[in-house]
């Protein structure tokens, strides 16, 4: 299987700011956002993400880290709400400690 990881480093070639605003979207358990804010660390970096148990693993893996806010909802083209269902298997889990999937 290729590694389809993205070097963040590369960002900084492309950017000539130091104090981006950049937005972490299904943020996940934050690990993007960390990296970022290692790479950028005067930049603001807004995390969205709309699962609990993602929410919950973001706080745990992520902590708080001054330069990032995390937005806890869904975002979409269409300014309105709807009704958010979850992914769920107990097969494919990211870490030990999870007893479910949390990654919808």
Request: no cysteine; hydrophobic share 35%; net charge negative.
């Amino acid at each position: 299987m290729i590694d389809k990881e993205i070097n963040k480093i590369v960002f900084k070639d492309l950017f000539n700011k130091k104090n981006l605003t950049i937005l972490d979207v299904g943020t996940y358990d934050g690990r993007d956002s960390l990296e970022f804010s290692k790479i950028f660390p005067n930049s603001q970096i807004y995390s969205f993400e709309a699962d609990k148990r993602s929410i919950n693993l973001f706080k745990k893996i992520s902590g708080n880290i001054d330069n990032i806010i995390l937005v806890e909802t869904a975002l979409s083209n269409i300014d309105g709400e709807i009704e958010w269902y979850a992914s769920d298997s107990k097969t494919r889990r990211h870490y030990e400690f999870q007893n479910e999937w949390s990654a919808s």
